[in-house]
């Protein structure tokens, strides 16, 4: 059975910092690029980063850039996505997704929730 589970979702202050994690288990995970979606209330759900499924390179949503990381660790079947500098902006439920370097095929966790508020 393919499961992506996120956690470290919460609420935090503005400015305050947070680290989002995906545990992946049924899938050559090796194999799959990952990436991190988020839907904010009344907002479409948007590409936060993307990282290949080596995790030599990444590339985020043009509001994302110099504040979220998205690294990988292989040999875990894990996605993070370590969110500084958080601003109220980024309050959506965010999904871990894996998609197949050699298939259609492609993953989605059931999401976590990232409130950032004073």
């Known amino acids: 059975q393919v499961q992506l589970v996120e956690s470290g979702g919460g609420l935090v202050q503005p400015e305050g910092s947070l680290r989002l994690s995906c545990k992946a288990s049924?899938?050559?995970?090796?194999?799959?690029?990952m990436n991190w979606y988020r839907q904010a209330p009344g907002k479409e759900r948007e590409l936060v980063a993307h990282?290949?499924?080596?995790?030599?390179?990444?590339s985020y949503a043009n509001s994302i850039q110099g504040r979220f990381t998205i690294s990988r660790d292989n040999a875990k079947n894990t996605v993070s996505l370590q969110m500084n500098s958080l601003k109220p902006e980024d309050t959506a439920v965010y999904y871990c997704?894996?998609?197949?370097?050699?298939?259609?095929?492609?993953?989605w966790g059931r999401g976590t929730q990232v409130t950032v508020s004073s």
């Open positions: 990282i290949i499924s080596s995790g030599g390179r990444t």
């Open positions: 997704n894996a998609e197949d370097d050699y298939s259609d095929l492609s993953f």
């Open positions: 049924g899938i050559i995970f090796s194999s799959f690029a």
